[in-house]
């Protein structure tokens, strides 16, 4: 039979060809429109560069230049939107159901999370995170201007200001202004949010989670931050080579990451524990693998201060050849190229003045902008009111605030046990402290409250049960002589049965007026029980090496933490013993390990809490410290700083600025 080619079949024809011609003009008018937002895109990198630009030199314009910064910010947010959820405007049309309702078997995006773009998982719900800005806008303060220099006045040299592998709270101030986290928690809500990641997944049985990285986020240099800058730190730091034991031990529940595309990764988790997201987004800074990969792990260990990041400051000279080193001011300048909110101010400096004293006339002598006074200074300036016209006293807890301790080796220096080892001493050690008159009101000034343990009275996590050793003389006594440290000669000293003399020796840190007067009370109260105590004295930066080293018998120094419910391993369990890991008392108990252990791994907060008390009573009986003082942060802060703070966790250097009129700081470069 002979086919026929009939009008049905030219229509049919020509309704094809029209349909194509349909698509291909809506794939070019699509295409058109993504080069058009591309290109915008890349005109307001050159507008952020000259409006930089204009921001020094042009200070008498500064509400009018910050109010064009805004606008640039907001039509690059919603241009990013819509880069990252693009989708072809033609499409084809999805099957129907088999009952012809219209019903599509295809999900239908949810309008709230933007589209459910090609990143994401299908079916798991996106967290879109909030605008990337400061949480209290500077620019609507009194006195706002831009530019000029902030200087902070603090007290110990840090020895390196290295991501990863620093030893101190003082180096992690410096670097968390260069390098960013994936997330970082809200200073006022304490709640995760996006700082270089726009957007991710949480598996609802915890086992994944998928991160989108911000597509404005870049390193100071200009490159990207991509996927593989994650991977990468990742994986050094697991590297055994590299001395980042400490942020080891809080990551050590991820299993692995892997790449999805250039701007997006999934991790994988080893075990379900309540911290697994906080671990994987707030627990390690991204660095730029172009910069860091031809380090050898000696190289990166040894360094003091090579850092680059993607944050609004950066170090003016960074190379295998250059960086910044100790006793060195460290200044960081602000990075022009920052891709989020920038600060208004062009330099922060840290110098270090260990002396209280010295610090305190720095600071008066407007050498300084920030700084952190003695509990003896604060009660005294505060009631000059010639200081505050020129001044700001803040005192306030926060879950920084953390707690001073003295440290008690539980196990061996130079392979020799220590008296500490036996707990009974260690107990004894405390109750001949009078820690409620003697260290919280006079040398704290009564600002602070006494300790029971690592768990900040403040919050649920600690046991309110707990009640601080008393002060008893006589208690302690019996329980030294249980330990078999009695008075055999009449002496009035301390021996045990092989007739060695009870000495040790107290290693702290120098410079500090309050703990050369808790090294004095220690040693005073120690001759009345018949204890000979040999004060050693060191730079901060020393005392870090002896007690990574374990070279010591006791040790005095304070815990901050930065979260509002802290994961107790790092400090406690017996794996962080090794490896320079923060367990530096060497304490050692098997149901404190297990407590860590099934506490981690409880995701309901009532009974994940009954834990932590449990570990908090353990912790209070068995003493691996002698939990001195709750502090409160106490800043002294000069009045031509505007847009200082009081969070949650303490302040935030990118908010602050220079009030106009405001003269320089008298530190020279």
């Not at 698509?23 to 000259?50: C, H, N, P, Y």
Request: proline share 6%; with cysteine.
């Amino acid at each position: 039979m002979q086919s026929k080619f009939g009008l049905k079949d030219l229509v049919l024809v020509l309704l094809v060809l029209g349909v194509g011609v349909l698509v291909f003009l809506g794939m070019m008018q699509d295409d058109r429109k993504w080069k058009e937002l591309q290109q915008t895109k890349a005109d307001i990198g050159e507008m952020k560069s000259t409006l930089g630009r204009l921001q020094s030199s042009n200070e008498d314009q500064s509400v009018k230049v910050d109010q064009v910064g805004r606008e640039i910010r907001d039509l690059e947010r919603s241009i990013d939107e819509k880069l990252a959820a693009w989708k072809p405007v033609v499409t084809i049309a999805p099957t129907t159901s088999a009952n012809n309702s219209g019903d599509t078997n295809e999900a239908k995006p949810d309008p709230a999370d933007r589209g459910h773009p090609a990143w994401a998982r299908p079916g798991v719900a996106i967290s879109w995170q909030p605008a990337f800005e400061h949480v209290t806008d500077p620019t609507g303060q009194p006195g706002f201007s831009r530019g000029g220099e902030v200087t902070e006045l603090i007290n110990a040299q840090p020895s390196t200001v290295m991501p990863l592998v620093y030893k101190d709270v003082y180096g992690a101030w410096v670097f968390e202004r260069v390098v960013e986290y994936l997330a970082k928690l809200n200073p006022q809500s304490l709640v995760l949010e996006g700082v270089l990641a726009d957007a991710w997944q949480y598996s609802p049985d915890g086992t994944w989670l998928r991160v989108h990285i911000h597509p404005r986020a870049r390193f100071s240099d200009g490159e990207p931050v991509k996927s593989d800058d994650v991977l990468w730190t990742f994986e050094w730091m697991r590297n055994p080579q590299v001395e980042a034991e400490r942020p080891r031990s809080i990551t050590d529940v991820i299993d692995s990451i892997t790449r999805v595309d250039d701007k997006t990764v999934e991790f994988t988790f080893k075990e379900v524990i309540f911290t697994n997201l906080d671990a994987a987004m707030n627990t390690f800074p991204i660095l730029p693998k172009h910069v860091y990969k031809d380090f050898t792990a000696e190289e990166y260990n040894r360094s003091t201060g090579r850092v680059v990041g993607s944050g609004p400051f950066r170090f003016r000279s960074v190379s295998k050849e250059t960086q910044w080193a100790p006793p060195e001011p460290i200044v960081l300048e602000r990075n022009e190229a920052y891709w989020g909110p920038k600060p208004a101010y062009e330099r922060l400096r840290f110098v270090v003045i260990s002396d209280d004293q010295g610090r305190m006339i720095a600071f008066d002598n407007a050498s300084g902008d920030v700084t952190q006074p003695s509990s003896l200074q604060y009660v005294t300036k505060i009631k000059d009111k010639a200081w505050l016209e020129r001044s700001e006293a803040h005192s306030w807890y926060n879950i920084r605030s953390g707690y001073s301790f003295i440290g008690w080796n539980c196990d061996k220096r130079d392979g020799k046990s220590t008296p500490f080892a036996d707990r009974r001493v260690r107990r004894a050690m405390t109750m001949m402290l009078d820690r409620d008159k003697v260290v919280v009101h006079d040398l704290y000034e009564g600002l602070a409250r006494t300790a029971t343990g690592s768990f900040p009275s403040s919050t649920p996590q600690a046991n309110p049960e707990i009640k601080p050793w008393p002060y008893d003389l006589e208690a302690s006594r019996r329980l030294l002589a249980e330990a078999g440290w009695v008075d055999r000669d009449g002496s009035g000293i301390l021996r045990n049965e092989a007739g060695d003399p009870f000495r040790f020796e107290f290693s702290f840190a120098k410079g500090s007026e309050l703990t050369d007067k808790l090294a004095k009370y220690l040693k005073d109260q120690c001759a009345i029980m018949g204890i000979e105590c040999t004060l050693r004295t060191m730079d901060w930066s020393v005392l870090m090496q002896e007690m990574d080293r374990r070279n010591f018998d006791a040790i005095t120094m304070g815990w901050s933490p930065s979260r509002a419910e802290s994961d107790p391993q790092q400090i406690w369990h017996s794996r962080y013993i090794q490896n320079q890991g923060d367990n530096f008392a060497q304490w050692n108990n098997p149901e404190a390990d297990r407590l860590i252990e099934e506490g981690r791994q409880e995701l309901d907060p009532e009974k994940r809490l009954k834990i932590w008390h449990r570990l908090h009573t353990i912790l209070h009986e068995e003493q691996p410290y002698t939990f001195l003082v709750e502090r409160p942060w106490n800043r002294f802060v000069s009045k031509r700083i505007g847009n200082f703070t009081e969070y949650r966790n303490g302040f935030q250097y990118e908010e602050l600025f220079v009030k106009s009129g405001g003269s320089a700081s008298a530190v020279e470069p």
